[in-house]
């Protein structure tokens, strides 16, 4: 008898379950004609539209959201400045229609450019005046565009810094640049009051939707992965990006062509730090990506650009072969609380500029010239180096030469090191800032130092980056 009732009761949950799972039901159309192919998922399982743009999908019972992987020369509409791609999922129906309706977009995307910034992590409300500044300069660099040129862009996280109200204000402010932006959630972006990392995202998710996603722009495809996971204690999370993700991942890769572009946007880092040597195992958790060989392997067949913030520094690391991890310098620099990092790159974002399949990028400083790449410190600034005159290069990857001339003399490439930035040394003394008590300057692998013959002699650098784009400044 107790066996009989077991079976009912499992029986029962069973077709409970069954019962209460929503079955979504449309269509994706564009001014009228349907459009077949395009992705459809509820974050966890990925159907495609029918020849007639029609599609059915059971969705899961966790799931929030049902939304579509924007298809190549297509837009999506915007409200506030956020792509909208995505509708609430009622649960408590059985059936629910939604309908997309997309815009085809008036200019090819084979060319086109995006905006990645990283951690603008408002704090006060007087921070959206400083970040007012920022978005006037991205305006800026997107009217230097020609217009036929296509552009979004990304952010990389801590859109916020803790205060999950100001979502709408930040919203306000970002809309001005008139581009579709999307959103990755940071650390500071996330309730940490709620018990779970599931229901860690109802804020952020409330104001910009999935918290995983990809979309296309002519021949790349994008994709968005939440990889901050909130163990339910205090402000306390790790680098991980769930099951869920990764098997959504494999369905999503899987309209890919092997070879293709890829670029992956999350928060937080794979790789720890651009020196690549582990640090503690505490410091690894959060910022690192711990199961980052398993993100590694679904996008081994591409060539794949992660994008990440997390760190307020900017470097690049070659993750492996077909993997290049950029790390970007904070839009707010070090919190705000001077105009540059704690790497003393200055507060910044990166232009990324696609051309088909290939990809180039530079590091644009706010209030800067594209050609300021790099800043010179005369012999002497650095009481470590007392002979040598210093070069921080902010964006420098292994493929960048750089190069010193003695009145017009080469004299050979400068020395690499491991240091800090003198100016970030001088601002950031640990201790000493009267808003961050715990703000201090960071190392870095993108300073060069050299030390000249003849001390009356002038010396001039010269950067090579990686495209064949050549720098120069006389030291002063």
Same mark, same amino acid.
């Given at each position: ?92 129906? +059985?059936? !629910? ?50 217009? $036929? ?27 001005? &640049? ?40 002519? +021949? ?85 650009? &992660? ?10 690391? =070659? ?9 970007? #310098? ?6 705000? =609380? ?8 200055? +507060? ?19 209030? !800067?010239?594209?050609?300021? !790449? ?31 001339? $003695? ?5 050979? $490439? ?9 100016? #970030?040394?001088?601002?950031? =003394? ?47």
């Amino acid at each position: 008898m107790k066996k009989n009732n077991l079976l009912l009761f499992v029986l029962l949950i069973g077709i409970n379950a069954i019962a209460t799972a929503t079955t979504l039901k449309g269509k994706v159309t564009s001014n009228g004609s349907t459009i077949s192919s395009v992705q459809i998922t509820d974050g966890k399982t990925i159907v495609l539209s029918d020849k007639n743009g029609k599609f059915t999908l059971e969705a899961s019972p966790e799931s929030e959201y049902i939304y579509y992987s924007l298809p190549s020369g297509y837009e999506s509409p915007i409200v506030n400045g956020i792509p909208v791609f995505f509708e609430k999922i009622n649960q408590s129906l +059985k059936t !629910q229609k939604i309908n997309f309706e997309i815009l085809k977009s008036e200019k090819s995307q084979s060319k086109h450019a995006f905006i990645l910034w990283a951690d603008p992590q408002v704090l006060d409300v007087e921070e959206f005046d400083q970040l007012e500044e920022v978005v006037a300069d991205v305006n800026k660099t997107i009217a230097s565009f020609p217009k $036929e040129l296509p552009v979004h862009a990304i952010s990389a996280g801590d859109n916020v810094f803790d205060r999950l109200n100001f979502f709408d204000q930040y919203k306000q402010v970002i809309s001005q &640049i008139k581009v579709p932006f999307y959103h990755v959630i940071g650390n500071h972006d996330m309730d940490y009051n709620n018990r779970s990392n599931e229901l860690s995202t109802k804020s952020f998710s409330a104001a910009f939707g999935p918290t995983h996603f990809s979309f296309n722009v002519g +021949k790349i495809h994008y994709i968005v992965l939440k990889d901050v996971f909130y163990y339910g204690f205090s402000y306390r999370y790790i680098g991980y990006i769930d099951e869920n993700q990764l098997q959504w991942l494999e369905q999503d890769l899987k309209s890919v062509q092997p070879g293709s572009t890829v670029i992956v946007t999350l928060h937080i880092p794979t790789i720890y730090g651009e020196s690549q040597k582990p640090g503690s195992f505490a410091t690894e958790m959060s910022n690192s990506v711990l199961n980052r060989q398993a993100l590694y392997k679904i996008l081994s067949p591409f060539n794949t650009h &992660i994008l990440a913030g997390h760190s307020h520094t900017q470097w690049l690391t =070659q993750a492996t072969p077909n993997i290049t991890e950029h790390v970007h #310098a904070a839009a707010s620099g070090a919190w705000w =609380q001077g105009e540059i990092c704690t790497d003393g790159s200055p +507060k910044a974002y990166t232009v990324y500029e696609v051309n088909g399949d290939s990809l180039s990028w530079f590091f644009k400083g706010v209030n !800067q010239n594209k050609s300021e !790449q790099f800043k010179l410190y005369k012999k002497g600034t650095d009481t470590a180096f007392p002979d040598y005159f210093i070069a921080n290069v902010y964006n420098y990857d292994t493929l960048w030469k750089v190069r010193w001339y $003695e009145d017009e003399v080469l004299k050979g $490439e400068m020395q690499r090191y491991w240091g800090v930035d003198p100016a #970030a040394a001088e601002l950031y =003394q640990p201790g000493k800032n009267k808003k961050h008590s715990w703000l201090s300057v960071s190392q870095t692998q993108h300073l060069f130092r050299a030390q000249p013959v003849n001390p009356n002699a002038k010396i001039r650098v010269e950067v090579l980056d990686r495209f064949g784009n050549i720098y120069h400044k006389m030291l002063e």
